[in-house]
T-cell receptor
Framework: GQSLEQPSEVTAVEGAIVQINCTYQ??????LSWYQQHDGGAPTFLSYNGLDGLEETGRFSSFLSRSDSYGYLLLQELQMKDSASYFCAVRSPGNTPLVFGKGTRLSVIA | NAGVTQTPKFRILKIGQSMTLQCTQDMNHNYMYWYRQDPGMGLKLIYYSVGAGITDKGEVPNGYNVSRSTTEDFPLRLELAAPSQTSVYFC??????????????FGPGTRLTVL
């Protein structure tokens, strides 16, 4: 089976840095993805890590450690518009769909 | 490209009624998915399809049916609607489930209320 754990809620101040962690247990593993979902909207793809290390895309970075079954999403220079839910998802070998975590609700405050 | 489109956007059903949620993608993706999302919760996979004519159950398939007669369309059928099926339903697609990234593209969702 597969399971993912991520914090349910995180609050951070505008302009600050926040890290959202994700630990996973899977029988096989290709990579870790992150999706963002604003209230009332649909999930949208943010980033993917197939190898260990850091991937950077503008203010967002994502990290993966396969040996620790752990990854995180790092958001820098937080803006109010970053308030959203963030989901990690794992991809396993075979014809199996992505498995999503339960999501972390990020609230950015002034 | 329109991406993934879903109809209707909103619907209210009475208990016991049936309906079909429509989903169409124009990206020539092989894989398509149906999720439900209850308020404040994560995504639960209902059904998915790896290609036309092939469907498989996800985590919460009871009370739903799907078909995939074309690459583009993946309708979700609710039979005998129940209040527990009140949720937001998202359709998604990906190019191929065999690609390591398997980036999923989501439709805007259908907000269903069963009273």
């Amino acid at each position: 089976g597969q399971s993912l754990e991520q914090p349910s809620e995180v609050t951070a101040v505008e302009g600050a840095i926040v890290q959202i962690n994700c630990t996973y247990q899977t029988s096989g593993f290709y990579g870790l993805s992150w999706y963002q979902q604003h209230d009332g909207g649909a999930p949208t793809f943010l980033s993917y890590n197939g190898l260990d290390g850091l991937e950077e895309t503008g203010r967002f970075s994502s990290f993966l450690s396969r040996s620790d079954s752990y990854g995180y999403l790092l958001l820098q220079e937080l803006q109010m518009k970053d308030s959203a839910s963030y989901f990690c998802a794992v991809r396993s070998p075979g014809n199996t769909p992505l498995v999503f975590g339960k999501g972390t609700r990020l609230s950015v405050i002034a | 490209n329109a991406g993934v489109t879903q109809t209707p956007k909103f619907r209210i059903l009475k208990i016991g009624q049936s309906m079909t949620l429509q989903c169409t993608q124009d990206m020539n993706h092989n894989y398509m998915y149906w999720y439900r999302q209850d308020p404040g919760m994560g995504l639960k996979l209902i059904y998915y399809s790896v290609g036309a004519g092939i469907t498989d159950k996800g985590e919460v398939p009871n009370g739903y049916n799907v078909s995939r007669s074309t690459t583009e369309d993946f309708p979700l059928r609710l039979e005998l609607a129940a209040p527990s099926q009140t949720s937001v339903y998202f359709c998604a697609s990906s190019y191929t489930g065999l690609a390591v990234t398997d980036t999923q593209y989501f439709g805007p969702g259908t907000r269903l209320t069963v009273l």
